[in-house]
């Protein structure tokens, strides 16, 4: 293989959205009504990447409750979660719950259950900083999502 | 602007405290760092410091444009957080500005501290540590700074100057050692990797009724898959999703034990390492001839 052959790496989001797209996914939203979901964009992929619409997309295609966080605190203007660029570190929690607490009060603004992301980091920080400032929501993949609702039977 | 939580009073010194654990000598050996400070940390610090700015020119230019019109002051959630005004990003980036005019410009060489610059000594370099430390990199100031100066850059030519005099967290040198022993920034070995995607089919069959792989170093498959190893270890609902996909559209796809990992601590460290663990993600890829790569969550 030669190095320019190496394929460029891609966003599984952005399979995911494809194969959504085309029809080639079964999807049963109902799956997941019992939850009302948001959306936090991790600053690398949203703001470095400018990558903000497969997930979403991907949501509201698994989902009937979805709803979007203040418009501040969102897409290029999203905030960190609190842990991210080496944060995440056990000594300095005062910083990472501090760190968090805007993310957690324009969740709770919104009165979602289930806040989606897709950043490992992001989901390591959020549950902490969550239910340090008594938001009481789950955080978990968009993916996730994908799988409750999809039919494979 | 509204933002969800008030802007707090300032509060000087209140974030101070935090400070990350140094890292340890045998992790710096391994991502080729100096195991610990030398004498002359001042001397490499400032050498590595004309480097850096020789190199990135967009950081020369943000040391030099700011006109601390205070656009950023509330925007970073670490000082909305803690009050701490040396966690306004503006603030935060005139620690490395005032050592850079005491060395590399004029005024700052002739006239010192009349303009506002500042010795490199153990105060500031301590606030540096402190400080560049509390910053994540988020780069959500540069949204809102009119001459669009990006403090997430500033703090990597911070960080990647303080590394070069072996100064670093703990964390972040033990993420990146990590890396180069198990290719995944959580530490799990070959076989636990493995142990893991076997656990997650077994609990599939059981829990579900569904027959679905998760492969591991399956040479020519079509998709290499990097997720973030915690998808493997902790997040192992988003993992299902990813292989129930694959599963639903009918396309063959693997996991790297040499490469399973999405996030790139270099980034977070210098720049030397955040290429070579970039590389490996390259090299996976030709290890087991795929046509494609997905990043994971």
Redesign the interface.
């Known amino acids: 293989?030669d190095?320019l052959e190496?394929?460029?790496?891609?966003?599984?989001?952005?399979?995911?959205w494809d194969?959504i797209k085309r029809g080639?996914?079964?999807i049963d939203k109902e799956a997941n009504d019992s939850l009302l979901v948001t959306y936090h964009d991790p600053?690398?992929i949203a703001?470095?990447a400018g990558y903000f619409q497969p997930p979403r997309n991907i949501i509201r295609a698994t989902c009937n409750n979805f709803i979007e966080m203040?418009p501040?605190?969102i897409l290029?203007?999203?905030?960190?979660c609190?842990?991210?660029?080496?944060?995440?570190?056990d000594?300095?929690m005062?910083?990472r719950?501090?760190?968090?607490?805007?993310?957690a009060?324009?969740c709770r603004?919104t009165g979602a259950n289930y806040l989606a992301?897709?950043?490992?980091?992001c989901?390591?920080n959020l549950p902490e900083v969550m239910k340090h400032h008594r938001v009481n929501c789950e955080v978990?993949?968009?993916?996730?999502?994908?799988?409750r609702a999809?039919v494979?039977k | 602007?509204?933002?969800?939580?008030p802007i707090p009073a300032i509060k000087i010194g209140s974030?101070g405290h935090?400070?990350?654990?140094p890292a340890k000598a045998k992790d710096m050996v391994k991502i080729d760092l100096p195991k610990e400070r030398p004498p002359d940390w001042k001397e490499a610090m400032l050498k590595k410091m004309a480097e850096v700015l020789d190199k990135y020119r967009s950081v020369r230019l943000f040391l030099d444009i700011c006109v601390k019109c205070g656009a950023c002051a509330d925007k970073c959630?670490?000082f909305?957080?803690?009050g701490d005004p040396k966690n306004m990003p503006v603030a935060r980036a005139d620690l490395l500005r005032k050592v850079y005019k005491r060395y590399f410009t004029l005024g700052g060489k002739l006239w010192g501290r009349a303009n506002e610059s500042a010795e490199l000594n153990e105060t500031v370099l301590k606030d540096w540590y402190v400080y560049f430390?509390?910053?994540?990199?988020?780069?959500?100031c540069s949204?809102f700074c009119p001459y669009g100066i990006d403090t997430?850059e500033i703090?990597m030519a911070a960080r990647e100057i303080m590394a070069a005099a072996g100064v670093a967290?703990?964390?972040?040198t033990e993420?990146v050692a990590k890396v180069y022993d198990t290719g995944n920034n959580l530490g799990i070995w070959a076989p636990a990797w493995k142990d893991n995607c076997a656990f997650l089919e077994e609990d599939l069959k059981d829990t579900e009724g569904?027959d679905i792989k998760f492969p591991v170093d399956a040479v020519g498959a079509e998709?290499l898959?990097?997720?973030?190893?915690?998808?493997n270890f902790?997040?192992t609902?988003?993992m299902?999703?990813?292989a129930?996909?694959f599963?639903?559209?009918g396309i063959s796809w693997t996991t790297s034990t040499y490469c399973n990992e999405?996030?790139n601590?270099g980034l977070?460290?210098n720049y030397a390492n955040l290429k070579k663990i970039n590389n490996r993600?390259?090299e996976a890829?030709?290890q087991l001839?795929?046509?494609?790569?997905?990043?994971?969550?």
């Open positions: 293989m190095f190496i394929p460029y790496p891609l966003h599984i989001c952005d399979l995911t194969l080639a996914l079964k600053c690398n703001r470095a203040h501040d605190t290029e203007k999203t905030y960190c609190g842990g991210g660029g080496g944060l995440l570190a000594e300095i005062e910083i719950l501090a760190g968090g607490k805007p993310r009060e324009a603004a992301t897709i950043c490992a980091i989901k390591a978990g993949g968009v993916h996730d999502l994908l799988a999809l494979l | 602007m509204k933002v969800p939580v974030a935090q400070v990350c654990h959630q670490f909305l957080g803690t430390y509390q910053c994540s990199q988020c780069r959500r949204v997430a703090t967290t703990k964390y972040v993420v569904l998709v898959l990097i997720p973030p190893s915690a998808d902790v997040n609902n988003t299902i999703g990813y129930k996909m599963h639903a559209a999405g996030g601590f977070f460290l993600i390259i890829a030709r001839q795929v046509k494609k790569i997905y990043w994971g969550e």
